[in-house]
């Protein structure tokens, strides 16, 4: 059973916080890199920040760079995704996705991925 399972999105004013969650089941993280993406509307699909098999972090946006952290808690096979200073802008769908060892931009790269969470920043 592998599966990736977002959570954590919901309705935030602009300027707020939300912590995502990416749970991840039947295979381990440590082993593997997990990369945060989003999808707004009729825009294509970005890439945000990663972090690599050994911890690594890179970042692709550079709309979301120092708003944005990424980290991994190995005791819960979770990989969560800090958003600060939230901009309405950042509307989407969040997803994170898992690929071999090392992060890329390239989502082709990733071979699975998890459903999604809504994050909506409105007034």
């Known amino acids: 059973q592998l599966q990736l399972v977002e959570s954590g999105g919901g309705l935030v004013q602009p300027g707020g916080s939300l912590r995502l969650s990416c749970a991840a089941s039947?295979?381990?993280?440590?082993?593997?890199?997990v990369g945060w993406f989003r999808q707004a509307p009729g825009k294509e699909r970005e890439a945000l920040l990663c972090?690599?098999?050994?911890?690594?972090?890179?970042n692709f946006a550079d709309s979301v760079k120092g708003r944005f952290t990424i980290s991994r808690n190995n005791a819960k096979n979770t990989v969560y995704l800090q958003m600060n200073s939230l901009k309405t802008e950042d509307t989407a769908v969040y997803y994170c996705?898992?690929?071999?060892?090392?992060?890329?931009?390239?989502?082709?790269?990733?071979?699975?991925w998890g459903q999604g969470t809504q994050v909506t920043v409105s007034s």
């Open positions: 039947g295979f381990t993280l440590v082993d593997v890199a």
């Open positions: 996705a898992r690929r071999r060892n090392f992060c890329r931009r390239d989502g082709t790269s990733y071979d699975y």
């Open positions: 972090i690599s098999s050994s911890g690594l972090t890179a």
